[in-house]
């Protein structure tokens, strides 16, 4: 019988840490689309209930029980990240599996948002982007999910793009970098 | 020459740099400008047409004579503007537009020949014959007219964009920015403050002063020490706010190395876009030159900046400075002079109103109206109240005609400035750009007081606009003398006046556009191409209306300005474009077999993001059509692997999704049992083939879509917009999952041999266009049976993180039976053989009916594209249809087609080849093409022309299946 190996999409990728940001894989874990079908949703904020999540307004992303997040990521849509879904839930979304169609990465420490605020085009800010808030926005032209969490910001690009989102990241930290070296 | 004791530059830190080959030295702070004042250097370009002789004009940005080319190891920038280039170790600077040395331009002659050169010149003369027009005369003009030169190399250099955002953005870093940009961070406001140059204070550094009781430089080191210690303010100096855009977002370069040598990763400038609640404009204002004759001398300078040189940078232009000025700013310029000890030989002063009180005799009332000097200034012509002329020997003329409030960035969104009869200057008009407004001389206010209470007062409107409360902090005492000014735009007299140093216009040239009914200022600029040189008419777009109103006898508000558009200042596309470059252009999508297929040494081809392997060479296969024709001959005889995951994969869920799939697809899904694959076709709006592709039914609710590799993006866009437009209400949901899946095709008489080694229980009963669950080493995966290339073929689905396993896992299986993995190549030729048709077929502009799916559309119900399909001229024999063509001769996709003993022109022709492929199978060449009335001419010969490769051969039209046409092969 065949048996076949898993590979993630940073598999031995260490982590950057320049330009006063650290840049690292981060493993998810499952990752399922939840779509609410029409009419669906007070059903469906019942049927999370047990993973203490309710449905996300847009912009946002809640902490569940044991690990589980639910992210906004579109209109009706939102990602269950860590957590398998409840068969409550069936009927009243459709629920598709994406836990390999993502890349993720975690970029945390002060420089963070200097990093992302030369790929997003979009206000990221503290005051406007806390944690608990989450966006779809292009990352440089690859498309993205980011979460602003405690530490830092959770990144989710498409897999396939890994390797330049990676490589376009790690290149605004040599940037950051070289800025910070200067005296003046 | 440097004077001891004066200046901000540091003289701890000498430094050595080059200009025109020989080497200077300089000080820590120093502009390239500053730096060869300094050395006495004077000379420094020549100009655009005329090739004069020219100098450093002013000490900013508005620099129209002093470009140079700046060289690195790995750069050569040119056009760079030496009042901005700060002095570095080892900087290489060289001046440009000139043919031999700078001091002996040859191209000089073009000064002695410019009563020939007004304006208009080219208009007129370089007419006839036509046929010169780009052979001779252009690379002539340009070779004669130009600025620096490009390396014709890449700029390797790193550069960088970014986003920035704010409650308010402070324009300019003078005293009124600054007052702004305290009083809204003390009250917590979000702040950014752009200063162009590397350090704040504007004017204050040129004009010292008191701010407060204090030394303005005093003053000016708390404020900066505040702001530094204020979390909320952003201090961006070398940054140049570029242009006002759409809802606050504001362009502005920052000048991040060019400042030092260069280094690995440190980006030589970044292009932000700034977004911002609120913004102040404090950019100040730009003096302005008066056209008296011959006054483009090197020595000939403007009032601020000899002040600036003097005090900001310790360095004196001159030794025996004269001062040409209508304004009392000049005045303190001459007592700056005085005190350091340089010699002022004469002030020159239009206003026979004007102070006498100074320690150098005064002309009151005269003008310059002449000057001598070839390689720079060394006497001036005086025209005194009585008409009687004097000579001054002078070595440095500082002039001043008033100022100009830079209103450039209220402007950039259609507003006009308004003129001020007062400042004989135009001043914003306010709301010109919403959310902006002008503060101290940008606004037209130009005292000291005055640009520091309009700052707060600006500011604490913003505050309370953004509902914040500004501490009541007192304001700090300052100058307040009066703006006396009374307009001088020219003097008459012998010899050209310049208006436009940087594109070298005249006041004769301005004169002329008017009589020869240019007389609107947007035609004038045309006609001269004053205020078209790199800056962009700074220092005389003012000036030369004013000449222009003088001429044509209206007034300066009824002449009105040209336009301002963006950037203020020179952006370099490397910065607007930043990260862009090679591969940086797009992201590089990788399959998961990636690693796989390039151990195998598989050349990659792009297919759009994606990179897919070519063909796997194998030992001693020499070309591409070798490993190619072995790959297909393998898949017909034993089996071969191919990694399809590029194509799309929409997962539809819902009650509504077989009703959605017969809407969007010409044929029908709801009909279609579960557990069964159909081929689906589409059409767009129009009734044109958009993608096809096959859909497999999952569950009685549940399908999974394929879509074509190229096409994925855009179907997913057009399934969006169906479902939002026309069935927003249905029970539907859809998502895509191209990334989630890695698939692999496995076709070949052996397929079913090879799966069957590998999964973990054999396929059993699969019929052709099946689809079941399976497992491979305990993992769910995905079966399909469906074929693109006319043998027994199977899809494998893996999620994506066992995909590189999987493949090759695959690859060495098939090996053992005699396969491998084939490639696009291979890929290609197979579809070709079985007529499938692929985007080279569905380029947007064919039918159903041209390819021959005309039955495909459902009689029986309506889908996207159907009533447009059959609009008159899209059916018929008039149409070109699908067809294959056979030849034993090389043919060539692009090729026409035309009647055997017809001529190959347009008028005769009656298709195009769209693909084609040599065919080890059937040992020929085919090709897919679209041919008139096509389909009844199945046997017949045409005639394929190939003009660009040299092809002219008879092909037989055939039916584009030409292998295995009821496919058995297929359905095993």
Redesign the interface.
Known sequence: ????????PFDGQEPVSAGGAVLAPLALGPIW?L????GQAKAAEQALKPLDLGFPAPGQWLQGKAGARLVWTGR??AFLIGAEPLEALAGL??I???????AALALKCSAAEAVL??L????L?A??FPPGRAIRAGL???PAVILRVESGFEILT????????WH?LA??Q??L???A??T? | MRIDGKGLIDRSKPLRFRFDGREYAGFKGDTLASALLANDVRLVGRSFKYHRPRGILTAGSEEPNALVEIHGPTNQTPNVRATVQEVFDGLEARSQNRLGSLRYDLLAVNDLLAPFFSAGFYYKTFMWPRAFWERLYEPMIRRAAGLGRLSGKHDEGAYEKAYAFCDLLVIGGGPAGLMAALTAARAGADVILAEETPALGGRLLADGGTIGGQPAADWLAAVQAELAALPNVRVMTRTTVTGAYDGGTYGALERVGLHRKGRPNLPRECFWRIVAGRAILAAGALERPIAFPMNDRPGIMMAGAVRTYLNRYGVSPGKRVTIFANTDSARGLVRDLTAAGVTVAAIIDPRPEASALEDCPVHRGAVVSGTRGRHGLHEITVRQADGAEIKVETDCLAMSGGWNPAVHLTCHMGGRPRWSEDLAAFVPSEGAVPGLVAVGAANGTMSTHGALSSGRTAAEAVLQALGRRADAAPLPEAEDAPYAVRALWAVDGKGRAWLDFGNDVTTKDVRLAAQENYSSVEHMKRYTTQGMAPDQGKTSNVSALAVLADATGRGIPETGTTTFRPPYVPVSIAAMGAGGRGAGFAPQRFLTSDQASRDRHAPMIEAGLWYRPSYFPKPGETTWKEACDREVTMVRNAVGVADVSTLGKIDIQGRDAARFLDLVYTNTFSTLPVGRVRYGLMLREDGHVFDDGTTARLGETHYVMTTTTAAAGPVMRHLDFIHQAFCAGWDLRFISVTESWAQFAVAGPKARALLDSILDAPLGDFPFMSVAPATVGGVAARLFRISFSGEEGYEIAVPARYGEALFRDLLARAETMGGGPYGMEALNVLRIEKGFITHAEIHGRVTAFDIGMAKMVSAKKDCIGKAAAQRPGLLGPEREQLVGLKSDQPIAAGAHLFKPGFAAERENDEGYVTSVCWSPTLGAWLGLAFLKDGRARHGQHVRLVDHLRGIDTLCTVEDPVFLDPDGGRMRG
Do not use: C, Y
């Not at chain 1, 779509?35 to 029409?38: I, K, Q, V």
């Open positions: 019988m065949a048996e076949l190996i898993a590979k993630g689309s779509a609410l079908f029409p009706d849509q979304a459709a598709t599996d994406q836990s390999d169609g993502w605020a030369r997003v085009p979009v206000d800010r005051q406007a440089n032209h690859m498409f897999r396939s793009m890994a390797r330049t989102a376009e290149e605004v040599a940037h970098a070289a800025r070296a200067l003046v």
